[in-house]
């Protein structure tokens, strides 16, 4: 319960950024947020996997993203400016940022995720809960996405070339990216323009 808490907050505080850009600087940063709690059974898993008991202090400890969010933005620059107006708000603390935008995965997965602390006021206490931000663009999260489909299809026996071809379609995704990254750029100068 605790963690859709945190959830829920983390939705309004984007939610009000989002629309509140859009109204100052006629641009929407955020295209679309998606979030989930992570099932008890998946939780037990990945616990497993990092070779720990399931039990509650080793979730606290070791999974930081029990609660999760997704963020697609429609330019790159738009998720560092996202996390940057995030991490700047004084009841949210980073606790750790992976950037897997400036460092792609060896597989080609990119995207910038943070795991940040954020509190929630109960009946009788304050708990500080983490959750895990996955932020990425409309391209980068259509890669993730289909990647994701094909490699539960194959459980993790990939054909041959399978993994080069991702990969060279991860790098296809970045190309896309810097392309209408710059056309949006372009109609943000024209429109400055007297
Ligand atoms: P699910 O089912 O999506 O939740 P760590 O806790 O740092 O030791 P962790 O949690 O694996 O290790 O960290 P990482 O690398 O930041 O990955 C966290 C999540 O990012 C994953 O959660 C995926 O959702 C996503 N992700 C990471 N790598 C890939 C990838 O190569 N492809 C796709 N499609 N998604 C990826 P889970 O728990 O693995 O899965």
Redesign the pocket.
């Known amino acids: 319960m605790i963690y859709k808490f945190a959830v829920d907050e983390l939705m309004t505080k984007l939610k009000i950024l989002s629309e509140e850009f859009d109204f100052a600087h006629q641009h929407d940063p955020i295209e679309h947020i998606i979030s989930r709690v ?1 099932r008890p059974e ?1 939780i037990v898993r ?1 616990l497993r996997r ?1 070779g720990h008991e399931p039990t509650i202090e080793a979730v606290r400890e ?4 029990v609660a ?1 969010i997704r963020v697609v933005c429609p330019f790159v620059p738009d998720v560092y400016m996202v996390a940057g107006m995030l991490g700047r708000q004084d009841d949210v603390e980073i606790v750790k940022t ?1 950037d ?1 935008i400036d460092d792609p ?1 060896p ?1 080609g ?1 990119r ?1 910038l ?1 943070l795991i940040v602390r954020i509190p929630v006021f109960l009946s009788d206490r304050v708990e500080r809960v983490k959750v ?1 931000i ?1 932020m990425r663009t409309i391209a980068m999260d259509f890669w ?2 289909v ?2 489909k094909l490699f539960y299809k194959y459980e993790g026996e990939a054909p041959t070339g399978f993994r080069e071809e991702l990969r060279a379609a991860a790098i296809t995704a970045a190309d896309l990216d810097r392309r209408m990254t710059a056309l949006h750029e372009r109609t943000q100068m024209s429109s400055s323009e007297p």
């Open positions: 992570k998946a990945k990092k070791h999974i930081d993203d999760g992976k897997y995965k597989n997965y995207s995720h895990e996955q993730a996405a990647e994701h």
